[in-house]
């Protein structure tokens, strides 16, 4: 009979990590920005670009829908995001930062960076690229198991 063993199961070692780091920068966001997770990943990713919609969030932050429709409406209420009439579909909206959006995001990200800076400090340059590289084979290969998303 074969024995599953939590700590030597790949899985869960990545999603205890990953809670891990989640928990720290969490903490942080909230502590200097009043911002949760679900919050700063809307931002970053809006930031990134012209603006999305609330579907296109939940495809690049891998959160359902819920919590991205939550997060977008407490951005909307603090003045940090607005929706704007789609023009490629009138079934949705656009997000976009406003100016009070885009200065939070100039001064998150620089902590952000800090952060990932931190936690990374005891990796040389050579690992970290390795480890980028297999977070990105990691990701391939879980696609296929992705039923949420297909």
């Given at each position: 009979?074969?024995?599953l063993?939590?700590?030597?199961?790949?899985?869960?070692?990545?999603?205890?990590?990953?809670?891990?780091?989640s928990?720290a920068?969490?903490?942080?966001?909230?502590?200097?920005?009043?911002?949760?997770?679900?919050?700063?990943?809307?931002?970053?990713?809006?930031?990134?670009?012209?603006?999305?919609?609330?579907?296109?969030?939940?495809?690049?932050?891998?959160?359902?829908?819920?919590?991205?429709?939550?997060?977008?409406?407490?951005?909307?209420?603090?003045?940090?995001?607005?929706?704007?009439?789609?023009?490629?579909?009138?079934?949705?909206?656009?997000?976009?930062?406003?100016?009070?959006g885009?200065?939070?995001?100039?001064?998150?990200?620089?902590?952000?960076?800090e952060?990932?800076?931190?936690?990374?400090?005891?990796?040389?340059?050579?690992?970290?690229?390795?480890?980028?590289?297999?977070?990105?084979?990691?990701?391939?290969?879980?696609?296929?198991?992705?039923?949420?998303?297909?």
């Amino acid at each position: 009979m074969t024995t599953l063993k939590l700590d030597q199961f790949l899985p869960y070692r990545l999603s205890i990590v990953s809670n891990r780091v989640s928990s720290a920068v969490a903490s942080t966001y909230q502590a200097l920005f009043g911002l949760k997770i679900p919050e700063w990943r809307l931002v970053a990713i809006i930031a990134e670009g012209e603006g999305a919609t609330q579907q296109a969030l939940g495809v690049a932050t891998r959160m359902d829908k819920v919590t991205v429709s939550r997060a977008a409406a407490a951005l909307v209420e603090r003045g940090l995001i607005e929706r704007r009439p789609n023009a490629n579909d009138q079934r949705s909206h656009m997000l976009t930062l406003t100016e009070a959006g885009r200065t939070l995001y100039e001064n998150v990200a620089p902590k952000a960076l800090e952060l990932e800076s931190q936690v990374f400090a005891g990796f040389t340059a050579a690992e970290i690229k390795a480890f980028r590289a297999m977070l990105d084979r990691i990701e391939t290969s879980a696609a296929p198991f992705d039923a949420d998303r297909a």
